[in-house]
Structures are given as C-alpha cells and as structure tokens.
Nanobody, 116 residues
C-alpha cells in the first residue's frame, strides 16, 4: 500500500484548501484512514480520522472547520479545510491504520501555510 498526499499550499486566513490522499494497492482490511499534522517544533498530532464504515473523528481544534471524507471507488480520502487559521500551518500527513498485523502506512507530507 502506498499513500500519495497532495493539495497543500499557501492560503490566507479564512480561506479554504482541500487535501487529497490517494491510496494504491489493497488497503483492506483497515481500521481508519487519518490525517495528521506537524507544525515546526511540535509533535505530530491527529487531525481527523475516518473508518471503513464512515465514522469520523476530529481534533477539537478543527471541529466545525475541517471535514474528512472518503471516495471508496477511488480509495481517496479528502480533508476539506475551511476557515483556515495561521495555527493550521503545518505539514499534513495521511496515514492508514491497518491494525497490529498489517501495520500502518504513511504518505509523504504536504505543506499547508496559512498567512494572517
């Protein structure tokens, strides 16, 4: 399984960006597909997650602003980011959690920069 993240860029505060994470290979079974982010000098934190059944979970800091969704036909997971804030600036990584047997897979990061 490989993950390819894209969609990052420079946006002004209040703007929107949509990140994509395209998975290739057989991703099943999996527990969840997730977006993490890592700001300079900080730990990598979970931003949003979506399970195979479509259940979603968000960090408190992005609730109401970010939406994670999955296109099962193309095995692509999206992160729609609205009302962006400068504190959303980070490298965003997608990840698939396939449990203890299959392990986790990380995509390369995509940089999101939000200017004030």
């Amino acid at each position: 399984v490989q993950l390819q993240a894209s969609g990052g860029g420079l946006e002004q505060a209040g703007g929107s960006l949509r990140l994509s994470c395209a998975a290739s290979g057989n991703i099943f079974p999996f527990n969840s597909i997730n977006w993490y982010r890592q700001a300079p000098g900080k730990l990598r934190d979970l931003v949003a997650a979506i399970t195979g059944s479509g259940r979603t979970n968000y960090a408190d800091s992005v609730k109401g602003r970010f939406t994670i969704s999955r296109d099962s036909a193309t095995n692509t997971v999206y992160l729609q980011m609205n009302s962006l804030k400068p504190e959303d600036t980070a490298v965003y990584y997608c990840n698939i959690d396939r449990g203890s047997f299959y392990g986790a897979v990380w995509g390369q990061g995509t940089l999101v920069t939000v200017s004030s």
